[in-house]
């Protein structure tokens, strides 16, 4: 297997796999948040679902007639040791706060911008490296973005997950 994307064909079954993951983690995520009462928190998940399909949308138009390659998620071209697991789903907390949902969110767009860079750097096709750039750009967006939401929601106290009444589980 190449260490690089080699045509814009597997370049937009990447993308496409990224963004559907995103979608779908994100929707989740909101799932949990409203089982466990935080409206905050769903809502903010759902608007990253929502621009997350929005991406999708435009992965689609932007491939028009292309035949494109499957790709399993867990075959995705990893350019950073972290991995690409993009919103890290395990440190969600029923207790989050909208901070903490776009500290995920944040991360998982930083990976992104990693995962497009990496193309860039070592893809010799011109025109994968063109369109991973574009994508790269777009990422970077997000992130300024996500920055500027963080910047007007509380930062939580040190002991936002204690919970004086914690769920009962089953025995």
Same mark, same amino acid.
């Given at each position: 297997?190449?260490?690089?994307?080699?045509?814009?064909?597997?370049?937009?079954?990447?993308?496409? =796999?990224?963004?559907?993951?995103?979608?779908?983690?994100?929707?989740?995520?909101?799932?949990?948040?409203?089982?466990?009462?935080?409206?905050?928190?769903?809502?903010?998940?759902?608007?990253?679902?929502?621009?997350?399909?929005?991406?999708?949308?435009?992965?689609?138009?932007? =491939?028009?007639?292309?035949?494109?390659?499957?790709?399993?998620?867990?075959?995705?071209?990893?350019?950073?040791?972290?991995?690409?697991?993009?919103?890290?789903?395990?440190?969600?907390?029923?207790?989050?706060?909208?901070?903490?949902?776009?500290?995920?969110?944040?991360?998982?767009?930083?990976?992104?911008?990693?995962?497009?860079?990496?193309? =860039?750097?070592?893809?010799?096709?011109?025109?994968?490296?063109?369109?991973?750039?574009?994508?790269?750009?777009?990422?970077?967006?997000?992130?300024?973005?996500?920055?500027?939401?963080?910047?007007?929601?509380?930062?939580?106290?040190?002991?936002?997950?204690?919970?004086?009444?914690?769920? =009962?589980?089953?025995?």
């Amino acid at each position: 297997m190449s260490e690089t994307i080699e045509t814009i064909e597997e370049l937009f079954a990447h993308v496409q =796999v990224m963004e559907r993951e995103a979608y779908d983690c994100y929707l989740d995520l909101a799932e949990q948040m409203e089982v466990h009462n935080n409206r905050e928190a769903a809502e903010l998940f759902n608007k990253l679902a929502q621009d997350e399909k929005n991406h999708l949308t435009y992965v689609k138009e932007r =491939v028009g007639d292309t035949k494109i390659p499957h790709i399993a998620p867990w075959d995705l071209k990893n350019f950073e040791e972290s991995g690409l697991s993009l919103t890290g789903a395990r440190e969600v907390h029923y207790m989050m706060t909208p901070y903490h949902a776009l500290k995920l969110a944040l991360r998982a767009e930083q990976k992104t911008v990693a995962f497009f860079a990496g193309v =860039v750097a070592s893809s010799k096709n011109q025109e994968v490296c063109g369109v991973a750039a574009e994508f790269e750009k777009e990422e970077q967006h997000h992130i300024e973005l996500i920055n500027e939401w963080l910047d007007k929601v509380p930062r939580p106290e040190e002991d936002w997950d204690e919970d004086p009444d914690p769920p =009962v589980q089953p025995t």
